[in-house]
């Protein structure tokens, strides 16, 4: 009885060792990358921008549906109501809500999975910003967001509620290194 | 069981007291109100505030104060305004019971038809750039009227710019937004940008040059700027950049002294900023709200009725700025009729009251101002006329240079230059689709507001601004310049280019006065949306004795010709919305204190105690603090 249960613990431990092995050679998440807004902030822009930097293959489309998940192995989702940016779009808030949900969903159904990169700080925070980051939130299954606008806990609550990985930041340019990390 | 009885009340008032104790911290806590009876400052930053009220306790007057806080206000607000931009203010002194506009917008280059613009391609190029007012407007206004020097008045500015202030959220929020514009310069961009990414909320904002640049000014005066090694740089930098700058631009820029454009409203005198800036649209507009009684009806946020009609009313004033507002040098401007309550009359009458008319709102017409433009408006005010200003309709002054009227008072009410009245009608009426170029709708609200009185009750509204957020995006010596460029039309002679010409402005820096006291000293930053936003100001004030802040909280909307949308803020019922749909207004929505509708800075007098209630917008950082 006792060599029968030293020889499962064996068992159970050597697939644990394989299986971390395993997991820390593939990476996290895979390019090409799909960047989209939800919110219309420029933010998506310097995710981009950081994503450039890393050398992650990546197409950044603001308004990105459905049709852009062609071929895109990791959607990438920055959260952030900006009135100008909507505006800009030419879309209500209530569309750009819509066309979140629907790409989520279309993610969702299509097995692609989504990181949610928070960079704006308190300027992204509070009103129709959490509003979209309860959005992204509910299908994330990573977050980097810059440690400013986790100030209330919002981002650590939901991680844990989640059971995702978290990845705070002190500044917008040091949200890079865990980007990379993420499809190494 | 009397004890236990007892003891419930006592409980319950203790419960009820700490209850009223957290709403009271609560509503001081998000109320950006302040009362005083000594002074008043308000303006779009905490530091800006601090700097002008520090030059009231200190004994300086309010134009001791502007000047501090509106050179303060370009270091800590350096997106929105500063020394390479340009503005206006509007002061009453109330001593003399007088009252003087200083415009010192941006003017184009003697050279500037050697340049060809694009409005979409240029207006980050050293091309949209014009020459910057703000130095010798705050000096002029400082040396006229204040009583401090200059070493003590920019104190405060040159130690924000050289110790560096916490950047707060308004400022980051801004600098992520128009991060793309901030990494065109690289000397903007060292400035904005760490690492290639935009600063954010508390880190410190170091200004080096910005500092030096001030130092000049402060040693100097406006030869420390216009000319000198600034001078050189400026020259040196539009030039190669394709715009174009000379050496006799920066010299012969001189600030315009002259009087506000003035109305009447309900009994309250408006004075307001003349062309090129919009005041006189500002008053076009009371005067055609005068003919109703909104009162009656109900704040608009409340009775589609009011709404309706003060949108249809901003329908026409809008159009007619577009079709007729101009320089005032460079062509004739019937500013006398579209202030005449004649005018405003025919206006009002041309409404319909119960649907939008004409349905698409670019089919607006203009109306006839030239027809009312001989009616003396002032005797429609109760302003008392400077004896010291001469009105310029009498002078023939057709030889006259625009540089040779820079020292001189103004008469902002009329041109100098004559053009035939019916040329300019019919042209007016044959071009009533122009699409200008300032008239495009630019999203943020720019430009920077800030409203001040000292004890004397000496009063001033001023705005400047760099065109839009971070202006051209070039830097020189520390500071942005502006985009002014893009204000003159390009598809119509009103308001087109020329050389040493002002482009039309929005800008409209207000007072008013009851029984030739201050009543409300206001104004707003928000591109096209500053004239309606002040309108509505005011009508909260004057129709709906709203208290400074309600005034400022009150929910906003805006229309005008170019644009078939009626805007309108959180806060207006569903039931208004669903009525002004019925009566064939096109509605875009937008969320509770949207930056969009502007960023008024405003200060209401109690005539009764004589206090000063100051009230910063909530749409925007800022601050009113009194004493």
Same mark, same amino acid.
């Given at each position: 009885?006792?060599?029968?249960?030293?020889?499962?613990?064996?068992?159970?431990?050597?697939?644990?060792?394989?299986?971390?092995?395993?997991?820390?050679?593939?990476?996290?998440?895979?390019?090409?990358?799909?960047?989209?807004?939800?919110?219309?902030?420029?933010?998506?822009?310097?995710?981009?921008?950081?994503?450039?930097?890393?050398?992650?293959?990546?197409?950044?489309?603001?308004?990105?549906?459905?049709?852009?998940?062609?071929?895109?192995?990791?959607?990438?989702?920055?959260?952030?109501f900006s009135s100008?940016?909507l505006g800009?779009?030419?879309?209500s808030a209530a569309?750009?809500i819509?066309?979140?949900?629907?790409?989520?969903?279309?993610? !969702?159904?299509?097995?692609?999975?989504?990181?949610?990169?928070?960079?704006?700080?308190?300027?992204?925070?509070y009103g129709q910003s959490?509003q979209?980051?309860?959005?992204?939130?509910?299908?994330?299954?990573?977050?980097?967001?810059?440690?400013?606008?986790?100030?209330?806990?919002?981002?650590?609550?939901?991680?844990?509620?989640?059971?995702?990985?978290?990845?705070?930041?002190?500044?917008?340019?040091?949200?890079?290194?865990?980007?990379?990390?993420?499809?190494? | 069981?009397?004890?236990?009885?007892?003891?419930?009340?006592?409980?319950?008032?203790?419960?009820?007291?700490?209850?009223?104790?957290?709403?009271?911290?609560?509503?001081?806590?998000?109320?950006?109100?302040?009362?005083?009876?000594?002074?008043?400052?308000?303006?779009?930053?905490?530091?800006?505030?601090?700097?002008?009220?520090?030059?009231?306790?200190?004994?300086?007057?309010?134009?001791?104060?502007?000047?501090?806080?509106?050179?303060?206000?370009?270091?800590?607000?350096?997106?929105?305004?500063?020394?390479?931009?340009?503005?206006?203010?509007?002061?009453?002194?109330?001593?003399?019971?007088?009252?003087?506009?200083?415009?010192?917008?941006?003017?184009?280059?003697?050279?500037?038809?050697?340049?060809?613009?694009?409005?979409?391609?240029?207006?980050?190029?050293?091309?949209?750039?014009?020459?910057?007012?703000?130095?010798?407007?705050?000096?002029?206004?400082?040396?006229?009227?204040?009583?401090?020097?200059?070493?003590?008045?920019?104190?405060?500015?040159?130690?924000?710019?050289?110790?560096?202030?916490?950047?707060?959220?308004?400022?980051?929020?801004?600098?992520?937004?128009?991060?793309?514009?901030?990494?065109?310069?690289?000397?903007?961009?060292?400035?904005?940008?760490?690492?290639?990414?935009?600063?954010?909320?508390?880190?410190?904002?170091?200004?080096? !040059?910005?500092?030096?640049?001030?130092?000049?000014?402060?040693?100097?005066?406006?030869?420390?700027?216009?000319?000198?090694?600034?001078?050189?740089?400026?020259?040196?930098?539009?030039?190669?950049?394709?715009?174009?700058?000379?050496?006799?631009?920066?010299?012969?820029?001189?600030?315009?002294?002259?009087?506000?454009?003035?109305?009447?409203?309900?009994?309250?005198?408006?004075?307001?900023?003349?062309?090129?800036?919009?005041?006189?649209?500002?008053?076009?507009?009371?005067?055609?709200?005068?003919?109703?009684?909104?009162?009656?009806?109900?704040h608009y946020s409340e009775?589609?009725?009011?709404l309706?009609?003060?949108?249809?009313?901003?329908?026409?004033?809008?159009?007619?700025?577009?079709?007729?507002?101009?320089?005032?040098?460079?062509?004739?401007?019937?500013?006398?009729?579209?202030?005449?309550?004649?005018?405003?009359?025919?206006?009002?009458?041309?409404?319909?009251?119960?649907?939008?008319?004409?349905?698409?709102?670019?089919?607006?017409?203009?109306?006839?101002?030239?027809?009312?433009?001989?009616?003396?408006?002032?005797?429609?005010?109760?302003?008392?006329?400077?004896?010291?200003?001469?009105?310029?309709?009498?002078?023939?002054?057709?030889?006259?240079?625009?540089?040779?009227?820079?020292?001189?008072?103004?008469?902002?009410?009329?041109?100098?230059?004559?053009?035939?009245?019916?040329?300019?009608?019919?042209?007016?009426?044959?071009?009533?689709?122009?699409?200008?170029?300032?008239?495009?709708?630019?999203?943020?609200?720019?430009?920077?507001?800030?409203?001040?009185?000292?004890?004397?009750?000496?009063?001033?509204?001023?705005?400047?601004?760099?065109?839009?957020?971070?202006?051209?995006?070039?830097?020189?010596?520390?500071?942005?310049?502006?985009?002014?460029?893009?204000?003159?039309?390009?598809?119509?002679?009103?308001?087109?280019?020329?050389?040493?010409?002002?482009?039309?402005?929005?800008?409209?820096?207000?007072?008013?006065?009851?029984?030739?006291?201050?009543?409300?000293?206001?104004?707003?930053?928000?591109?096209?949306r500053?004239?309606?936003t002040?309108?509505e100001?005011?009508?909260?004030?004057?129709?709906?004795?709203?208290?400074?802040?309600a005034?400022n909280d009150a929910p906003r909307f805006y229309?005008?010709?170019?644009?078939?949308y009626l805007h309108v803020e959180g806060g207006i019922s569903e039931g208004v919305i669903k009525?002004l749909?019925?009566?064939?207004?096109?509605i875009k929505q937008y969320g509770n204190l949207d930056l969009f509708f502007g960023?008024?800075?405003?200060?209401?007098?109690?005539?009764?105690?004589?206090?000063?209630?100051?009230?910063?917008d909530k749409r925007r950082?800022?601050?009113?603090?009194?004493?």
């Amino acid at each position: 009885m006792r060599k029968k249960l030293m020889k499962t613990a064996l068992v159970v431990i050597s697939l644990t060792i394989f299986a971390t092995t395993v997991l820390l050679a593939e990476p996290l998440f895979q390019a090409p990358v799909l960047i989209s807004s939800a919110g219309q902030s420029a933010d998506v822009k310097l995710v981009g921008m950081l994503a450039k930097r890393a050398q992650i293959e990546n197409i950044v489309e603001l308004i990105a549906t459905e049709k852009n998940l062609d071929g895109i192995k990791t959607l990438i989702v920055v959260p952030g109501f900006s009135s100008k940016g909507l505006g800009a779009a030419g879309v209500s808030a209530a569309d750009e809500i819509n066309r979140v949900k629907a790409l989520l969903a279309a993610a !969702n159904e299509q097995n692609i999975p989504v990181v949610l990169v928070h960079i704006g700080g308190n300027a992204r925070r509070y009103g129709q910003s959490d509003q979209f980051i309860e959005e992204v939130a509910q299908y994330a299954k990573a977050m980097i967001v810059v440690e400013q606008g986790n100030e209330d806990q919002l981002f650590t609550k939901i991680a844990s509620e989640k059971n995702i990985p978290l990845t705070l930041v002190p500044k917008i340019v040091a949200a890079g290194e865990p980007l990379k990390n993420f499809f190494k | 069981m009397r004890s236990r009885h007892f003891k419930n009340i006592i409980e319950a008032g203790i419960l009820t007291f700490l209850l009223i104790l957290i709403y009271s911290f609560n509503l001081y806590a998000t109320d950006n109100i302040a009362s005083g009876k000594q002074g008043m400052v308000a303006t779009a930053h905490p530091l800006a505030t601090e700097a002008g009220l520090n030059i009231l306790k200190q004994g300086g007057n309010a134009i001791d104060a502007v000047v501090a806080s509106a050179f303060a206000i370009g270091v800590v607000e350096p997106d929105a305004s500063g020394v390479g931009g340009g503005g206006a203010m509007v002061i009453w002194l109330n001593d003399k019971k007088e009252s003087v506009y200083i415009n010192y917008y941006q003017k184009a280059s003697e050279k500037v038809d050697k340049i060809n613009y694009n409005s979409e391609l240029d207006r980050h190029t050293a091309k949209a750039v014009l020459i910057p007012g703000t130095v010798d407007g705050l000096l002029t206004a400082l040396e006229r009227y204040g009583t401090m020097d200059r070493q003590q008045v920019m104190e405060p500015a040159i130690r924000y710019a050289r110790d560096g202030f916490e950047i707060d959220g308004t400022l980051a929020g801004i600098l992520l937004d128009n991060y793309q514009i901030t990494l065109e310069d690289s000397e903007s961009a060292s400035i904005f940008t760490e690492e290639g990414f935009p600063r954010m909320e508390g880190d410190i904002l170091v200004q080096e !040059n910005l500092a030096h640049t001030l130092e000049l000014i402060a040693e100097n005066g406006r030869d420390g700027f216009y000319g000198g090694s600034i001078a050189k740089d400026l020259v040196t930098r539009i030039n190669n950049g394709g715009g174009v700058m000379t050496f006799a631009d920066l010299q012969n820029y001189y600030a315009q002294i002259g009087v506000p454009v003035q109305g009447n409203y309900r009994g309250y005198d408006v004075i307001a900023a003349g062309p090129p800036q919009s005041g006189a649209s500002v008053i076009e507009a009371l005067h055609i709200l005068e003919n109703e009684n909104l009162t009656k009806k109900g704040h608009y946020s409340e009775s589609a009725q009011t709404l309706h009609i003060m949108a249809e009313t901003f329908k026409r004033i809008y159009t007619d700025r577009f079709t007729f507002m101009e320089d005032p040098l460079f062509g004739e401007v019937p500013i006398r009729g579209i202030v005449s309550k004649d005018f405003a009359l025919g206006r009002y009458h041309d409404i319909n009251p119960y649907r939008a008319e004409p349905r698409k709102y670019s089919d607006t017409k203009p109306g006839n101002p030239f027809k009312y433009n001989r009616t003396s408006a002032r005797t429609e005010s109760g302003v008392k006329e400077n004896k010291d200003y001469q009105w310029s309709d009498d002078v023939d002054d057709e030889n006259s240079g625009s540089e040779d009227w820079s020292e001189d008072m103004f008469d902002s009410w009329g041109s100098r230059k004559k053009i035939k009245t019916k040329q300019v009608l019919k042209k007016a009426v044959k071009d009533t689709i122009i699409v200008d170029e300032d008239d495009y709708e630019e999203y943020d609200g720019h430009t920077t507001h800030m409203s001040i009185i000292d004890k004397d009750g000496n009063a001033v509204s001023l705005t400047q601004t760099l065109g839009t957020f971070f202006g051209s995006g070039i830097m020189v010596d520390g500071f942005l310049l502006n985009c002014g460029m893009s204000n003159f039309s390009s598809t119509s002679e009103v308001n087109s280019v020329a050389p040493n010409k002002q482009p039309r402005s929005s800008i409209s820096p207000t007072i008013i006065l009851k029984n030739d006291e201050p009543y409300m000293v206001v104004g707003s930053p928000g591109a096209g949306r500053i004239i309606s936003t002040v309108v509505e100001l005011i009508v909260n004030g004057i129709d709906f004795s709203y208290s400074a802040q309600a005034v400022n909280d009150a929910p906003r909307f805006y229309c005008q010709k170019f644009d078939e949308y009626l805007h309108v803020e959180g806060g207006i019922s569903e039931g208004v919305i669903k009525s002004l749909k019925r009566k064939g207004h096109n509605i875009k929505q937008y969320g509770n204190l949207d930056l969009f509708f502007g960023g008024a800075q405003l200060i209401l007098v109690d005539p009764r105690t004589q206090t000063y209630y100051g009230a910063a917008d909530k749409r925007r950082g800022g601050i009113a603090e009194g004493y």
